[in-house]
């Protein structure tokens, strides 16, 4: 299969099997907990084992760090302007506040998924493997998320379809992120490139600690550190270190 191919259909995988679930038959907490530290030891693996390097190598040390702050700052903007909705509140599916809960659920997690396809396409900067692991982690890590906008939507209203259908809808701005990211990319200078790939290590590394480890570790299980370790090693077995 074309590697692009293969990445776009990564990248769409996640919201849709994760709207599925949710409408159908949503997974234990314990099961999402560990897919989001299997994202996470992936996402961590590929910034600093991969994308780091890559951009001090194509534009040096300083412009590495600023691309770093640069992408964590921007995720953090995304954050306040439109808070993120973590699976923990999942659990908040109950009376009358399901019906103004679930339009947010999906506006905030519509909005965090452009800039995940912006990271997946930007990955194939150092190489095309490189986006289609991160494609990997990314679609993991979207699962709990398509359950969470899926699952409220369906209990407030009872309409099954129309609810797998708006959530999978987040598929699209990662996939418009991946398009967006790819047009950047053309063309561009080292110094440049190296600056975007540093961001995107920022990005993850900000999506990592803020989002996916702390909701890992709120089903107060320890083993679920092996999950985080499991991304590491798959990551390590691809060949990128």
Known sequence: M????????????????????????RPSYEVIC???CFAAGVMLAISFLELIPESIRLSGIGTCVFGL????????????????????LCAQEQGKNLQRTSPYLLTGIFMHNLPEGMAISIGGAADASVSVTIAVAIAIHNIPEGVCTAAPYYLAT?????AFFLSSLTAAPILAG?????????GAGDNVLGFIVGATA???????????????????????????MAGV????????S
């Open 233 to 240: 090693i798959f990551v390590l077995l691809m060949g990128f």
């Open 178 to 186: 991946f398009l967006a990211g790819r047009f950047l990319l053309a």
């Open 69 to 88: 702050v640069a992408g964590s700052a921007a995720m953090f903007g995304v954050d306040r302007l439109v808070p993120h909705i973590h699976p923990g």
């Open 202 to 228: 920022g990005l993850m590394i900000y999506i990592t600690a803020d989002e996916l480890i702390p909701n890992a570790r709120a089903g107060e299980s320890h083993l679920t550190i092996f999950s985080l």
């Open 2 to 25: 074309d590697p692009l191919w293969l990445i776009v259909t990564l990248s769409v995988l996640g919201p849709i099997a994760g709207s599925a679930l949710g409408v159908i038959r």
């Open 158 to 162: 009872g309409r099954r379809g129309r």
């Open 34 to 36: 560990n897919l989001l």
